[in-house]
């Protein structure tokens, strides 16, 4: 039996490898995406005061270090006595700026570094060209933009947490700062940066270039890792519409069927369990009814997209719309479509971030409430990868006793195994050679979920990302690295 | 698109202090600013594309990161110079990357260079272990005598 290995090398962060288990005739056999992410950090939390929480879990994660550090106050908000709907309207809309600013920031480097190289040059591209440099080159204004609007994202995170990295915003009860008046007017004016307005007008553009990408490349997007799954996400709890902040969780299996139908965050464990691997240290979440064969879901855009009933903003409203027509109103299984979702998404975020800009409420000074301890709490948000869970136990002396993450990679899990499998089967099975760009299409459906595999640390001359191929005798025949 | 008025150095600290010796970059600019809390210091967890437009502004960029490598003396302190080297699997980027990124979109080179301090423990844990105590301030004292005296940090 053959074994093909694409290992990224890490030394501590997240780390991801890909095996593929072919037989003496190359038929893929069995498939795997292992990974290592997160270890050790809920035992690492234990014994710490409570409100250190939302700083502390910021170092989870260098790409969304503002998703974990909302969780986790959200879930501290709980342990001090608030609901979300508790705090003050000021601090409720200062976190969701900052959420928003978060996610712009996230879906804009996604797009634009990671997914936008396979998309413009295509699978089979030269690796040495299939990457961000190449897009700077041919497709200069769309890398400034892109940079720009990643810019925007992170300047929106230094505004409401003081600065980007260790910010400090969200404190158990409220924020600590508001938004000041120059600050505002940073976004607004144009004077020294591309204004909010701009943000919007580039995210229709950019949506634009992906809807004519999806008319030109139809039959492989609409082909490609196109497999069934359950979609969650929290709604909104009015009316279902889209919710990155706080929310009712929401899942439909792959043909649309409620499977979870819009639970309060507090009842979550009620619901899901974390299955085990031998091969993967990242465990495997699913709906308890529904059980570990088939109760996976995907999250992230594509699965947001798809639950929710709506967009409380016209001009992402109008995107989701037309992105329904696509699947004629049904569930949307392809997974190439979740770049197309991440930038609605993306747009939607930028309309929000506008609202909240010209909200007199983010420049106030009522920022703090206080309420009657309890010793546990649940913080859930969107985070820009899908569902992110915080949930601590206290005890009387104030220390966590107790902390369970279920981050959105570990959703991702299945999804983005079952990802590897339909590459496997479709792209590699039987084929007499393994070439790069068959090597890469594993790569582009996995980046497709955007998995967090380079989290918390990087050092100096890190390589990561290993191609291995394994002939049946277990030697090793091809090795790449990049 | 170079801006005119440029500011003098920035640096950029690389790292997680949260994973043990991935820190000694962040530690590297807490001993900057003591130095002159005047600099333009930020800390990263790993450099971003956007930071290819911020260094727009300075003509001299350092890049301060843990490294793995064995350095000989615990550190080192060498040019850095622009390449294409990329790995789109991953969200980080090189600071090699990020002067090419400059340079393909601005046409702008910075003088650049990297301080890599050797680190030897990446576990999650807060404290860096003594072995990279002994590189870091090897580094500190290099820094004194031949960096900071030249004024290269100062704005």
């Given amino acids: ?482 | 698109m170079k801006k005119e008025g440029k500011y003098k150095t920035i640096v950029f600290g690389i790292g997680n202090t949260g994973r043990q010796d991935d820190g000694l970059g962040w530690l590297f600019l807490d001993f900057l600013k003591t130095q002159n809390p005047h600099m333009d210091l930020e800390y990263r967890y790993q450099l971003q594309i956007e930071d290819a437009e911020l260094i727009l502004n300075y003509e001299t960029v350092i890049f301060i990161d843990a490294t793995k490598e064995d350095t000989g003396d615990g550190f080192y302190f060498k040019t850095c110079k622009p390449s294409e080297a990329y790995s789109f699997s991953t969200h980080a980027l090189k600071p090699e990357t990020i002067l090419h990124l400059t340079n393909t979109l601005y046409y702008y080179n910075p003088k650049a260079f990297i301080l890599g301090i050797q680190g030897y423990q990446w576990e999650l844990e807060i404290g860096i272990s003594k072995k990279a105590k002994i590189n870091i301030n090897k580094a500190k004292d290099y820094f004194k005598k031949n960096v900071i005296v030249d004024c290269i940090l100062t704005n």
């Fill in chain 1, 1 to 482: 039996m053959k074994k093909l290995v694409i290992d990224p090398v890490t030394r501590v962060e997240g780390h991801g490898k890909v095996t593929i288990h072919l037989d003496e005739d190359n038929k893929v056999k069995d498939s795997f995406f292992h990974i290592v992410e997160f270890r050790g950090f809920e035992r690492f939390i234990q014994g710490h005061p409570y409100w250190e929480a939302p700083v502390l879990v910021q170092r989870l994660c260098g790409i969304c270090p503002v998703s974990h550090h909302l969780a986790a106050a959200k879930a501290i908000d709980q342990i001090v006595g608030l609901d979300p709907g508790d705090l003050s309207l000021p601090a409720q809309k200062i976190r969701k700026l900052l959420h928003f600013g978060q996610v712009f920031q996230s879906h804009a480097l996604h797009f634009f570094y990671l997914a936008s190289p396979d998309l413009l040059f295509g699978v089979n591209a030269d690796p040495s060209k299939r990457n961000v440099a190449e897009v700077a080159i041919k497709h200069l204004d769309l890398a400034k933009k892109g940079i720009l609007m990643r810019k925007f994202g992170q300047e929106i995170i230094k505004a409401t947490a003081g600065k980007r990295i260790h910010g400090i915003s969200a404190i158990p009860g409220g924020v600590h700062k508001k938004v000041t008046l120059k600050d505002r007017d940073y976004f607004l004016n144009s004077k020294e940066i591309p204004s909010i307005d701009a943000m919007i007008h580039w995210s229709k553009e950019i949506i634009d270039f992906i809807k004519n990408y999806h008319e030109i490349n139809h039959k492989w997007l609409n082909s490609f890792a196109d497999y069934p799954s359950g979609h969650l996400g929290l709604v909104n709890k009015e009316n279902g519409f889209l919710e990155l902040y706080d929310g009712n969780l929401r899942a439909l299996d792959a043909n649309g069927k409620v499977t979870l139908n819009d639970v309060p965050n507090d009842d979550y464990i009620q619901y899901f369990n974390e299955g085990v691997e031998k091969w993967s240290y990242l465990k495997f979440p699913y709906l308890k009814e529904i059980g570990k064969e088939n109760g996976w879901n995907r999250v992230g855009p594509l699965a947001r997209i798809n639950i929710c009933n709506g967009i409380e903003t016209p001009l992402a409203e109008e995107e989701r719309i037309l992105f329904k027509l696509e699947t004629n109103g049904k569930i949307n299984n392809k997974t190439m479509y979740s770049h197309w979702a991440r930038l609605i998404e993306m747009l939607y975020c930028a309309e929000m971030m506008k609202s909240l800009l010209n909200d007199v409420d983010i420049l106030s000074n009522d920022l703090l409430r206080k309420g009657t301890r309890r010793n546990e709490g649940i913080g859930i948000i969107e985070a820009p990868r899908g569902t992110l869970i915080h949930h601590y136990e206290v005890d009387d002396k104030d220390r966590i006793t107790r902390c369970n993450l279920i981050v959105s990679t570990t959703h991702n899990n299945e999804a983005m195994n079952q990802a590897v499998k339909w590459v496997a089967n479709n792209v590699i099975s039987g084929k007499t050679k393994i070439t790069e760009g068959m090597l890469n299409q594993v790569e582009v459906a996995i980046r497709a979920y955007d998995p967090c595999l380079s989290c918390a640390t990087h050092a100096l001359g890190q390589m990561p990302l290993e191609v291995s191929l394994y002939n049946h005798a277990g030697e090793l025949i091809h090795e790449k690295r990049r």
